[in-house]
């Protein structure tokens, strides 16, 4: 059964800095793109970030751009999402995602796998 396992999430004030952490098994890192979603109360779910499987191409929702970076490690099995200068629109709950390459999904991947969540939580 596959896992994804997020943490990191909290209450922080405007400005401050979170780093979201994704852990897998290593079937997941040895061949899956990884990649954040977030969805606010009200709202659908959107993505945030999603990385290759080798870590040569990320992509982007423009709205985080220069302010949030996504990587992994494929040797820890686990991947980070680094969120600088967080703002209140910031606040969701935040998705760990895995899936294949192309497909035409959402940022250029084909989501299969998620996990179960981790809340930030911004204030003004």
């Known amino acids: 059964q596959v896992q994804l396992v997020e943490s990191g999430g909290g209450l922080v004030q405007a400005g401050a800095s979170l780093r979201l952490s994704c852990a897998g098994s290593?079937?997941?890192?040895?061949?899956?793109?990884m990649g954040w979603f977030r969805q606010a109360p009200g709202k659908e779910r959107e993505f945030v970030a999603g990385i290759t499987w080798s870590g040569s191409r990320t992509s982007y929702q423009d709205s985080v751009k220069g302010r949030f970076i996504l990587s992994r490690d494929n040797g820890k099995n686990t991947a980070y999402l680094q969120m600088n200068s967080l703002k209140p629109e910031d606040t969701a709950l935040y998705y760990c995602a895995a899936g294949v390459e192309g497909g035409g999904g959402v940022g250029g991947f084909a989501w299969r796998y998620w996990g179960q969540g981790t809340q930030v939580t911004v204030s003004s």
């Open positions: 290593r079937y997941i890192f040895s061949s899956y793109a």
